[in-house]
C-alpha cells in the first residue's frame, strides 16, 4: 500500500468523522428547535387559560347581582386581604346573587416531579370549599395594590382594602420542562391593570 494510498484512506475518514459531526449537530438543532417551539406553544396556551380565569373573577370584584347583600358602600372592604402574591375578595361567582370569597395565592414550594423547580402551584378557592390548584408553569404571581393617589399601598400587613382602587397583575409563565434546562429561553409575562371602581364605588 502506497503512502498516498494511506493518506486518501486517511483524509477520507477525517472528511467521514467531520460529515457524522456536521450531521449529528444539525440533529440536536433540529431537536431543540423543535422542543422550543412546542414549549413556546405551551407556554402561550397555558397563559392564555390562566388569563382568562383571572379576568372572569377580577373583573367581578366588588359584584353581586344583588348589591344590598354586599357590605356597605360606606365601608367598601370587598377586598378581604392581601399580599403580593395572594389576595380574597367577595363577588358572586355564579352571578345568583350570593356573596362569594374567592381566594387565589401562590404556593410556596416546588411541584413535585416538576423539572422547573422555580413553579409554583396557584391555587383558587370559593368559600370554604377545596383549594384547587392550576399547574400551568407559573414562576410569578404579583399583585400591587394603588389607591386613588396613584400610590402602592402596601401590602403587608395590608392595612387598608378598602382604600383600593386599582389591581396590577403581574404573571409569569415558563415551561415545566426544557431542553437543556433552558428554562428562561421560553417564557410568556403578562401585565394588566385592572381597574376595580366600577364595582367598587357604586
Do not use: H
Not at 477520507?12 to 414549549?39: C, P, W, Y
Not at 405551551?42 to 382568562?52: A, G, P, R
Not at 373583573?59 to 347583600?69: A, L, T
Amino acid at each position: 500500500m502506497g503512502s498516498s494510498t494511506l493518506i486518501d484512506i486517511v483524509s477520507s475518514m477525517l472528511i467521514s468523522g467531520l460529515l457524522l459531526l456536521v450531521a449529528i449537530r444539525m440533529d440536536e438543532k433540529s431537536i431543540r428547535n423543535t422542543f422550543d417551539s412546542q414549549a413556546s406553544l405551551t407556554v402561550q396556551q397555558n397563559l392564555t387559560s390562566l388569563v382568562e380565569s383571572l379576568e372572569y373573577d377580577f373583573r367581578k370584584i366588588g359584584y353581586c347581582r344583588k348589591p344590598e347583600r354586599l357590605p356597605s358602600a360606606d365601608e367598601p372592604l370587598f377586598i378581604q386581604q392581601g399580599d403580593t402574591s395572594s389576595i380574597s375578595f367577595l363577588t358572586d361567582v355564579a352571578d345568583t346573587g350570593s356573596v362569594d370569597t374567592v381566594k387565589y395565592w401562590l404556593g410556596n414550594t416546588p411541584i413535585a416531579g416538576c423539572p422547573n423547580t422555580k413553579v409554583r402551584m396557584l391555587y383558587r378557592k370559593v368559600n370554604s370549599g377545596p383549594a384547587v390548584g392550576s399547574n400551568l408553569g407559573i414562576t410569578q404571581f404579583y399583585l400591587r395594590y394603588i389607591n386613588t393617589s396613584g400610590d402602592t399601598l402596601p401590602p403587608t400587613p395590608f392595612v387598608a382594602p378598602s382604600q383600593v382602587q386599582v389591581i396590577e397583575i403581574t404573571i409569569r409563565v415558563e415551561p415545566t420542562a426544557a431542553y437543556d434546562t433552558a428554562y428562561s429561553s421560553n417564557y410568556a409575562i403578562w401585565r394588566q391593570t385592572r381597574l376595580v371602581s366600577r364595582n367598587l364605588q357604586r
